[in-house]
Nanobody, 121 residues
Framework: QVQLVESGGGSVQAGGSLSLSCAASGNPYCMGWFRQAPGKEREGVATIDNYGSASYADSVKGRFTISKDNAKNTAYLQMNNLKPEDTAMYYC??????????????????WGQGTQVTVSS
């Protein structure tokens, strides 16, 4: 069982930056960030594996950066040039060996409690 604890998030104006952290109780092979806005389905944002291979949703490419410190069992999401449409509850997720991908059909077994990101125009 892997426990995930998120931190960071908050409110910022459009164009600003925020950073999220996710501390895991173990060292999961794959960690990712997902988000869900009110009235919308959850969507994948980015994933990264223990080798540092990262994948990003098209909507955040060039603006968000995911990283993982294996020594600290912590994943990070640096969010720059934030837009109002980035407003959502952000969730950290993790899984073991397997396909490390954010897209539809991806399977993650462990989830954090979520942290709110609000971007005002």
């Amino acid at each position: 069982q892997v426990q995930l604890v998120e931190s960071g998030g908050g409110s910022v104006q459009a164009g600003g930056s925020l950073s999220l952290s996710c501390a895991a109780s173990g060292n999961p092979y794959c960690m990712g960030w997902f988000r869900q806005a009110p009235g919308k389905e959850r969507e994948g944002v980015a994933t990264i594996d223990n080798y540092g291979s990262a994948s990003y949703a098209d909507s955040v490419k060039g603006r968000f950066t995911i990283s993982k410190d294996n020594a600290k069992n912590t994943a990070y999401l640096q969010m720059n040039n934030l837009k109002p449409e980035d407003t959502a509850m952000y969730y950290c997720a993790a899984r073991g060996i397997g396909v490390c991908y954010y897209g539809p059909g991806s399977i993650f077994y462990y989830w954090g409690q979520g942290t709110q990101v609000t971007v005002s125009s």
